[in-house]
Nanobody, 115 residues
């Protein structure tokens, strides 16, 4: 069974930075496209960034473009999200998964940005 373990979240002030990590099992990220998602209470989970495992092509949601950077270490089967210039609206629980997502989600990691 696929396992995803996110870490690195925390509480930061607006303008600050955080780095998230996600360890996947079973070479899950080497099979295609990996992604970070986030969910705010009362809203649907949204995709934040994606990266192809081959050439490393990336794509970002407009809300985070220019501030977030997704990267993938295939050897370690670990996905990263470097977040800078954080805003209060970036607050939420961040999850990693494939794109499109497979059924087994991790527990997520909470990111809280204070104004």
């Amino acid at each position: 069974q696929v396992q995803l373990v996110e870490s690195g979240g925390g509480l930061v002030q607006a303008g600050g930075s955080l780095s998230l990590s996600c360890e996947g099992s079973g070479s899950i990220f080497s099979r295609g496209v990996a992604a970070w998602y986030r969910q705010v209470p009362g809203k649907q989970r949204e995709r934040v960034a994606i990266i192809g495992s081959g050439r490393g092509h990336t794509s970002y949601a407009d809300a985070v473009k220019g501030r977030f950077t997704i990267s993938l270490d295939n050897a370690k089967n670990t996905l990263y999200l470097q977040m800078t210039t954080l805003k209060p609206e970036d607050t939420g629980v961040y999850y990693c998964n494939t794109f499109p997502p497979q059924d087994n989600w991790g527990q997520g990691t909470q990111v809280s940005v204070s104004s």
